[in-house]
């Protein structure tokens, strides 16, 4: 047997395994927690890495869970939009693992109970992404959304609970729906199999279910107006909290919707449905880049920003079953650079919380005397969030633009162009006040570079993106419904 | 087949009326319990589709789908009535604080 057929076989062992082993061991022995954390995180991205190799290189994985096929089996499958979001997942959360440790110090040491939902974390969104089932995504889903919430209490305090709570509930009521419209599929077709349905799916049982699954996501997504409950969740948590959440477990939700959108949905159906989600980006670009430039503390800001740059992706959808290519490896490219660099900004506001004491906007003059690195940090972030070339944000959105024009969605452009202009003006605002001299006493001593280098991998990783970007664009087409077409609609 | 249709409309009405109670009641025990009785629903749903009529046996993937439901409805319970608890010793009411203050 050769390398590559051992891994064609167990790789869901390889993206569960150590993760859910090391979760329930670091229960058991909370002592052994940190390490644990961090040989499962650096595994788990080795691991997403190869994959990535393996996909790349031979084509999609499925497997048959337990050896029992669809239309009664699980069926798991990693194409190539799932590797790359176990990429994005796993790099995430290695360096969220590695400033764990000195984000926490500042407290004594990590909170009893984070390194088992961090690995659990870790575990549930690997097992989303890699799931082919309706109803084994549904169980995927709740076993995220527990772990999100029980991290975000571990912020401490009233306000995390609160926070905490309110995301509960509405994720609960999310998946409720999400749940009653997977029961309505097996009702209608007898199965849950995306595949199978996607091949014999049609009529108004489909398009009922549908509309329950994706109202449901949309709330899990946090997509405007169903937003209310992800700035405090987002920006009450720990900081490598805040990271993993706001770079993956919202993105997982819209991960979802492109696959049932794109994979399930006949085009007359996402034709006359998919609108509505446009129109919902649309606003939440704006509404959530005006909240980010009115917030006055950074996390709170960065959280906002997430609102609004999960617009873009809902934007996207209705762009995509017409326009193809272009806009399904756009928006991967987006979902990646995002995750990548809204990562290594609550990285960074963490380690500014952490020295400085606070993380009023206001109060951070001359930041970049004191932490250059994290100011450097900021930075990079920016340029992708932005979508300023050479990064990954902005391949990510030229793609976007592009099939945009190619269908002559002029309100698709003007979103886009405002909202990149609204991203400038609130992370020059932050970094404006980061270069002011308004602190003499040099650089911070006692800031462990250990707590900066993961946030800065990250941000420098989503800007490099758009150097291998048409290689993860094509990556992101294998196994998908546009697996073949040309990555460009138009020439320029 | 019109059994099997009574059973799950009466799941989607008690889900919706779940739903409709976990936006409107303010108290976080009765927005618990208004999860349950939407969870409830859709449970009924699923009974109710694999009814197959007859004297023919009702199919067995939606009731092990409930089944694992269930232990999801359990532990989700579980953890919103320990954080609901949390929050009511901490503030001394049983509601979630408004969230429009944050900034």
Redesign the interface.
């Known amino acids: 047997m050769n390398p590559g057929d051992w891994l064609a076989h167990w790789w869901p062992g390889l993206l569960l395994g150590p993760a859910l082993l090391g979760g329930a061991l670091a229960f058991v022995w909370p002592r052994l927690g940190f390490a644990l954390g961090q040989g499962v995180a650096l595994l788990n991205a080795l691991a997403a890495v190869l994959l990535v190799w393996r996909v790349a290189v031979g084509g999609p994985l499925a497997h048959a869970a337990g050896g029992w096929p669809a239309p009664?089996g699980i069926g798991l499958r990693l194409d190539g939009l799932a590797v790359l979001m176990v990429l994005a997942a796993a790099l995430v959360a290695w360096a969220g693992a590695l400033n764990a440790r000195s984000y926490f110090r500042a407290h004594g040491q990590a909170p009893e109970g984070f390194w088992p939902l961090w690995l659990f974390l870790m575990a549930a969104l690997n097992g989303l992404f890699i799931s082919a089932d309706l109803?084994n995504l549904?169980?995927m889903l709740?076993l995220t959304g527990?772990a999100a919430?029980?991290l975000v209490?571990l912020g401490g305090g009233?306000?995390s609970?609160?926070?905490?709570?309110?995301y509960?509930?509405v994720g609960?009521?999310g998946s409720?729906?999400y749940?009653?419209g997977?029961?309505?599929m097996?009702?209608a077709y007898g199965t849950v199999d995306l595949p199978l349905l996607a091949s014999q799916a049609s009529g108004p049982a489909l398009g009922a279910a549908l509309a329950l699954m994706t109202a449901g996501l949309f709330f899990k997504a946090g997509i405007f107006p169903f937003h209310?409950?992800l700035?405090?969740a987002h920006?009450g948590a720990p900081a490598p909290v805040s990271a993993m959440l706001s770079a993956l477990v919202v993105e997982a939700a819209f991960y979802l919707l492109m696959r049932l959108w794109l994979e399930l949905a006949p085009l007359s159906l996402a034709e006359l449905a998919l609108p509505v989600s446009g129109v919902l980006g649309s606003a939440a670009v704006v509404w959530g880049a005006v909240n980010a430039l009115?917030?006055?503390?950074l996390k709170?800001m960065i959280a906002y920003s997430t609102v609004s740059q999960l617009g873009y992706l809902f934007l996207a959808l209705p762009l995509m079953p017409l326009a193809g290519a272009a806009i399904w490896s756009g928006a991967a490219l987006l979902v990646l650079s995002h995750a990548l660099a809204k990562g290594a900004l609550f990285l960074g506001a963490g380690t500014v919380l952490n020295v400085v004491g606070h993380d009023r906007i206001r109060g951070l003059n001359g930041l970049a005397q004191r932490l250059p690195l994290t100011v450097a940090v900021f930075v990079l972030a920016a340029v992708s969030l932005i979508g300023l070339p050479p990064s990954g944000g902005f391949l990510a959105k030229w793609l976007l633009l592009n099939g945009a024009i190619a269908q002559g969605q002029w309100w698709a452009v003007a979103v886009l162009l405002v909202g990149s202009v609204l991203a400038g003006a609130y992370m020059f605002r932050v970094l404006g006040r980061c270069f002011t001299y308004g602190h003499t006493g040099g650089r911070e001593p006692g800031v462990a570079l250990a707590a900066q280098w993961p946030a800065f991998g990250l941000a420098a990783a989503a800007v490099a993106l758009g150097l291998a970007g048409s290689w993860v664009g094509a990556l992101a087409l294998a196994g998908s419904p546009f697996e073949g077409d040309a990555l460009l609609g138009v020439a320029p | 087949m019109t059994l099997s249709l009574l059973y799950?409309s009466a799941g989607?009405l008690l889900?919706c009326l779940?739903?409709f109670a976990?936006?409107v009641r303010p108290h976080?025990l009765h927005?618990?319990l208004a999860?349950n009785v939407?969870?409830a629903?859709?449970f009924l749903?699923?009974l109710g589709?694999a009814y197959r009529g007859g004297g023919a046996a009702a199919d067995p993937?939606?009731q092990a789908?409930v089944l694992?439901?269930i232990v999801?409805a359990v532990?989700?319970t579980a953890?919103?009535l320990a954080?609901?608890l949390?929050?009511g010793r901490?503030?001394g009411r049983m509601e979630?604080?408004d969230?429009s203050a944050?900034?």
Not at chain 1, 294 to 297: I, L, S
């Open positions: 009664l109803f549904y169980v709740e527990l919430v029980g209490v009233t306000d609970l609160a926070a905490a709570l309110r509960l509930l609960l009521g409720l729906c749940l009653l997977v029961g309505l097996y009702g209310f409950w700035p405090p920006g009115r917030a006055e503390r709170l | 799950a989607v889900f779940g739903l976990l936006a976080l927005k618990i999860l939407a969870g629903g859709a749903v699923y589709l993937a939606p789908m694992t439901g999801v532990s989700t953890l919103a954080l609901a949390r929050l901490a503030t979630l604080p969230g944050d900034r």
